[in-house]
């Protein structure tokens, strides 16, 4: 059979693989330098920033959760876009990273406020990833995710700041349907989704009564997160037929990551298993290689939307 190719395209983005680390899991990404090439993967995400320095939840921030997987209340601490334009960038770009900005903000006007400085640096990124999962202050009590005209009033406000830069809207999993939302990033410019946030859920110290994390409920993600956002990934890819979708939750194997693309995703994040094994993006980009020749697959592209029922 002919040799393996693992370039991949979401959307107009062509990356040598279809393996991502997603954001949060992979700190700015520069911490991990000297221990992970970054080259090697398909591009990695940088943690979500904000206009100005936030400074996150109150410890703790991460709890272990039954099944493997790991539920966190970082609460989106960073040190401000700036800070990472000017250090943490440059040192991606130095070691080969194709690089993608994930951003979010409290109102729409910080979301467009941060992707004006990100939209400057276009010509080093691939991508801006939108993170909409995030509290709206304009709208107490909700987020924009969870609303199909706030998610397409932040889609539209980013796109119109970074262009000719793609915009990729990730979207929150605690929804009874993530469509909806879905349909509204899209129809608002989105060149891709990428499914799924976290989960929300709670631990609790049984003998002192109180929940394990310091903001009391925290993002569930890993392993249990897998078939939940693997349905997402298909109901979206029903719904918007050839629409370019990124599958994130609960990807370590070879086996997870052809599920994400058999459901119709062009590409796959890996979060919690680089906390793990900073190297765990890496790895998968070797045994899914080892898979396709197996399998007798040239390309993931070929797998991509071919699972129906």
Not at 104 to 126: F, M, P
Not at 257 to 267: E, P, T
């Amino acid at each position: 059979m002919r040799q393996v190719d693992l370039r991949t395209e979401i959307g107009e983005v062509v990356l040598p693989n279809p393996v991502l680390a997603a954001s949060g899991c992979f700190g700015a990404g520069a911490e991990l330098l000297g221990v992970v090439d970054p080259s090697r993967l398909g591009a990695v995400v940088s943690k979500s920033m904000s206009f100005a320095p936030w400074e996150g939840n109150p410890a703790p921030r991460l709890a272990p959760a039954p099944g493997g997987g790991m539920l966190n209340a970082v609460g989106l601490q960073n040190p401000g876009v700036e800070h990472w334009a000017k250090e943490e960038l440059p040192r991606l770009l130095s070691a080969g990273a194709r690089v993608v900005a994930s951003i979010w903000g409290t109102s729409v006007d910080e979301y467009i406020a941060t992707a004006k400085r990100v939209g400057v640096l276009a010509e080093d990124l691939v991508a801006v990833e939108v993170n909409v999962s995030c509290p709206n202050l304009e709208s107490p009590g909700e987020m924009f995710a969870h609303s199909p005209i706030h998610t397409a009033a932040v889609v539209r406000a980013v796109k119109k700041e970074v262009a000719p830069l793609p915009v990729w809207a990730k979207l929150s999993p605690n929804l009874p349907s993530v469509v909806e939302v879905a349909r509204a990033a899209a129809d608002a410019g989105a060149d891709a989704l990428v499914l799924v946030n976290t989960l929300i859920g709670l631990l609790l110290d049984v003998e002192r009564r109180v929940p394990l994390l310091g903001n009391g409920t925290g993002g569930l993600s890993g392993p249990p997160l897998h078939p939940i956002a693997l349905r997402a990934v298909y109901e979206c890819a029903q719904a918007l037929p050839g629409f370019p979708l990124v599958g994130v939750g609960g990807v370590s194997r070879p086996s997870h990551a052809v599920a994400f693309f058999l459901a119709g995703a062009s590409a796959v994040e890996l979060g919690a298993a680089h906390l793990a094994d900073p190297a765990a993006g890496v790895k998968l980009v070797r045994s899914l290689r080892r898979w396709c020749r197996r399998h007798k697959v040239c390309t993931t592209a070929e797998l991509v939307g071919t699972a129906h029922f």
